[in-house]
Nanobody, 126 residues
Framework: QVQLVESGGALVRPGGSLRLSCTASGYTLDYSRVGWFRQAPGKKREGVSCTSDTDGVTYYADSVKGRFTVSIDNDKKTAYLEMNELKSEDTAVYYC???????????????????WGQGTQVTVSS
């Protein structure tokens, strides 16, 4: 049974940092893409990033480019989303998702990912 579990969500002040983790069980992140999505209250889920160790290509949403960094540790079966310079508009439930293969050019569509985590809450507030 494939399971993705996110962790690391918290309440943080504007300008602060957080690192989210996404740990896979029953699934290998080798030769897979890992997407990060988020959903703010009253808004649609949106893509944050996609990365794949298969080709080393990573995509970021414009809203997080330069502030967020993704990585994969295949030995630990864990993907990470490092978030810096957090803003109030980053407040959302963050989800990781996985699928075999590269990140497609249109990487921010939910249907490009089969496996999803349950989400972790990130709140940016003073």
């Amino acid at each position: 049974q494939v399971q993705l579990v996110e962790s690391g969500g918290a309440l943080v002040r504007p300008g602060g940092s957080l690192r989210l983790s996404c740990t896979a069980s029953g699934y290998t992140l080798d030769y897979s893409r890992v997407g990060w999505f988020r959903q703010a209250p009253g808004k649609k889920r949106e893509g944050v990033s996609c990365t794949s160790d298969t080709d080393g290509v990573t995509y970021y949403a414009d809203s997080v480019k330069g502030r967020f960094t993704v990585s994969i540790d295949n030995d630990k079966k864990t993907a990470y989303l490092e978030m810096n310079e957090l803003k109030s508009e980053d407040t959302a439930v963050y989800y990781c998702a996985a699928e075999g293969g590269f990140c497609p050019p249109v990487w921010d569509k939910e249907w490009e990912y089969t496996h999803w985590g349950q989400g972790t809450q990130v709140t940016v507030s003073s």
